[in-house]
């Protein structure tokens, strides 16, 4: 079966420091790979995604790439920002209109 | 256009009593997925819905739960006879009619129902 596999948190960074959540997965077939962030009290928003082999998935200023050969696909940003505390969600899926397999989430904190 | 949409955001019930959940897919989508999300703890697939069809129900629990997409309306999850540990977030997410390509299975979370069970 599928599953993935992310890194405990809660991670603590001071502001502007370099960001590396890790995420492994195991999956049947060919999976899609995403990144979903959930702010405090509210719903799950897409961060990034790559659906093939070395792609690159980027938004605000983070990026992960799809790395078949270590199954990965860490979330990575240069400089972080108080406005990114959230947690964070690596996801994948593995069929047209299939369900979303989720790891157990990191919550970031960045503080000044 | 709307997001997905859910109510109520917040819903208590005691013991016994039953849970409507509602979900209004975005607009033109017309597949359906529930989750759950017990505290502390990543999001759990439950059923995944197209029009007046269950695809996928392998992560339902076997009783009190069930749900609908009818024809017209909301996608509606429905649990009975609620107990404490049914206490969750339940999160539904939807995604486009025409799956033509991998760029296609991005899901659209609505923003949550937050059931409380005393």
């Known amino acids: 079966g599928n599953s993935v596999t992310q890194m405990e948190g809660p991670v603590t960074l001071s502001e502007e420091a370099f960001l590396t959540i890790n995420c492994t997965y195991t999956?049947?077939?060919?999976?899609?790979l995403f990144w979903y962030v959930q702010y405090p009290g509210e719903g799950l928003q897409l961060l990034l995604k790559?659906?093939?082999?070395?792609d690159k998935g980027s938004n605000k200023g983070f990026e992960a790439t799809y790395r078949k050969e270590t199954t990965s696909f860490h979330l990575e940003k240069g400089s972080v920002q108080v406005s990114d505390s959230a947690v964070y969600f690596c996801?994948?899926?593995?069929?047209?209109?299939?369900?979303?397999?989720f790891g157990t989430g990191t919550q970031l904190k960045v503080e000044l | 256009n709307a997001g997905v949409m859910q109510n109520p955001r917040h819903l208590v019930r005691r013991r016994g009593q039953e849970a409507r959940l509602r979900c209004s897919p975005m607009?033109?989508?017309?597949?359906v997925y529930w989750y759950r999300q017990l505290p502390e703890e990543g999001l759990k697939f439950m059923v995944y819905?197209?029009?007046?069809?269950?695809?996928?129900e392998s992560g339902m629990p076997k009783e009190r739960f069930s749900a609908e997409f009818p024809k017209e309306g909301p996608s509606i999850l429905r649990i009975q006879q609620v107990v404490r540990g049914d206490s969750a977030a339940y999160f539904c997410?939807?995604?486009?009619?025409?799956?033509?390509?991998?760029?296609?299975?991005?899901?659209?979370f609505g923003p949550g129902t937050r059931l409380t069970v005393t």
């Open positions: 790559a659906t093939k082999a070395d």
């Open positions: 996801a994948l899926s593995t069929g047209g209109g299939n369900k979303l397999t």
């Open positions: 819905l197209q029009k007046e069809n269950i695809i996928d």
């Open positions: 607009k033109g989508h017309s597949h």
């Open positions: 997410a939807s995604s486009p009619s025409i799956l033509r390509d991998r760029d296609s299975y991005e899901q659209y």
């Open positions: 999956a049947t077939g060919y999976p899609s």
